[in-house]
């Protein structure tokens, strides 16, 4: 990290922000987040529609915390720039101040950040998430009535831990005629006798035991606080027998050494329990990916937390959300051991980028799960899941999910924004 041996020790100097002195710093104590009445939360608006979701996601989580807490709690926001903003003020897209204060705050939600095509441009998202190495990609399936593809819509309740680190996807490959593959493929082909098409492009696939061993105990740490039952491993050992399959025993070596008196196998179900899930026990079961893909569609009801290497991860949340609905309510947060940065799972929709058209559920349940996860103000994190709900029984949705419902009117992004509020508002 290179000016500070550790984040409990980060003490840095910003350059054009400065932490907004009515809120208070989250610490970090014997490891583990201490969080003040008034913390300072850290967000970045976005580029797109993201200044419309974000703006709507901050009213509607203060209105929440207003309700839950009396004046008691509040957050303190604090803005930092990346993406074209950061541009206007710094003149690049991902200033240190905004990774620095990230690393100040500890907690941050955000909104999505445009990619623009074209080579050699690293995606802004996989930036911070590297910088900050955030290897935990949370994602929660939520389904609050909307209208869905799926039959069994009302089961799908999971939550997702994608790895975000390693796998296919951490950018080690190179194109079939670069010199670097080709003097792979020579390497391969002397030293191994592996001979591969001289045509082929390499990509390499890293999967070690610190990272998934960090995600397990993560996924492992959250079922046991949130209640659930069930923590299933996807992977794909059949085949990839030293990647895909040693994730599956290394995380089941963290479920059955570290977590031993809250977990047992599936192989300890059958063989000492008959099959029956002892009470206060949570079922550490594995499955093969492609089994897994198909499962959620078919018996929904028998999965809660889903542990995958970063491409399963990939393909199994997409296909989770889209079994509920779809985007604009898909939410997600990236973590490390500390930091975590809520983000949603779509990207910047440019048609809809300043036109109050877009769905802010997503970025909203996004903020929902620093509340409720991070924050640990779980009351707030409820008050707005129960808005959500009413507003989709009541029909006032954006028009996302309004072309599903025929005849029903939608609304812009601040109106379903101000209906969300006054929900809250009415609650009891
Ligand atoms: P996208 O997620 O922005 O859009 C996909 C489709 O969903 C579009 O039809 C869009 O209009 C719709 N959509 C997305 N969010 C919506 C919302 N809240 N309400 C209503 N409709 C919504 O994906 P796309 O078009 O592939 O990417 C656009 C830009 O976003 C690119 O620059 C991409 O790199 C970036 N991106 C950023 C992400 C992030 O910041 N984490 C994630 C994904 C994409």
Redesign the pocket.
């Known amino acids: 990290m290179g000016e500070y041996d550790s984040i409990e020790k980060f003490e840095p100097r910003f350059e054009k922000v400065k932490p907004p002195e009515e809120g208070e710093r989250i610490k970090i104590v014997d490891g583990r987040l201490v969080i003040p009445d008034k913390p300072i939360v850290a967000y970045i608006e976005?580029d797109?529609?993201g200044p419309e979701?974000v703006t709507a996601a901050r009213k509607v989580i203060d209105a929440a915390v207003e309700k839950a807490y009396g004046g008691k709690r509040k957050i303190v926001w604090w803005e930092l720039y990346a993406g074209h903003k950061a541009m206007k003020i710094y003149g690049e897209l991902l200033p240190q101040d905004t990774l620095n204060g990230i690393r100040y705050a500890l907690v941050a939600l955000k909104g999505?950040?445009?990619?623009?095509v074209g080579g050699g441009y690293r995606?802004l998202?996989v930036a911070i998430r590297q910088a900050l190495d955030l290897y935990a990609n949370i994602r929660p399936v939520y389904y609050f009535g909307q209208p869905a593809p799926h039959c069994y819509a009302e089961h799908d309740n999971f939550v997702i831990f994608r790895e975000n680190t390693e796998d296919l996807y951490a950018g080690i490959e190179w194109p079939a005629d670069s010199p670097e593959a080709k003097k792979l493929r020579e390497f391969l082909k002397k030293e191994f006798g592996i001979v591969l098409r001289e045509d082929a492009g390499i990509g390499i696939k890293p999967i070690s035991k610190f990272a998934t061993q960090r995600l397990m105990r993560k996924a492992l740490r959250w079922a046991i606080e949130n209640g659930n039952k069930i923590v299933t491993i996807m992977h794909k050992g059949n085949i990839m027998k030293y990647t895909e399959g040693a994730f599956r025993q290394w995380a089941y070596e963290v479920a059955v050494t570290e977590f031993r008196d809250y977990v047992i196998t599936e192989d300890e179900l059958y063989t000492k329990y008959e099959g029956k899930l002892p009470e206060g026990k949570i079922l550490v079961n594995d499955r093969i990916a492609d089994n897994m893909l198909q499962q959620i569609i078919t018996r929904p009801w028998d999965y809660e937390v889903i542990v995958a290497p970063n491409v399963n991860g990939d393909y199994i949340s997409d296909e989770a959300n889209a079994l509920v609905g779809g985007?604009?309510m898909a939410a997600g947060m990236n973590s490390g051991d500390f930091i975590s940065v809520a983000?949603?799972?779509?990207?910047?929709?440019?048609?809809?980028a300043g036109k109050d058209?877009?769905?802010?559920t997503?970025?909203i349940l996004s903020g929902t799960l620093l509340l409720k996860h991070v924050l640990g103000w779980k009351e707030a994190a409820d008050l707005i899941h129960n808005a959500i709900k009413r507003a989709i029984k009541e029909k006032k949705v954006?028009q996302?999910l309004a072309r599903h419902m025929p005849g029903v009117k939608p609304l812009r992004t601040s109106e379903y924004t101000e209906v969300l509020i006054n929900y809250i508002k009415e609650e009891k």
Do not use: M, R
């Open positions: 976005g797109g529609i979701i999505p950040l445009e990619t623009p995606s998202n985007i604009g983000e949603p799972v779509h990207g910047t929709a440019p048609k809809y058209l877009a769905n802010p997503a970025e954006t996302d």
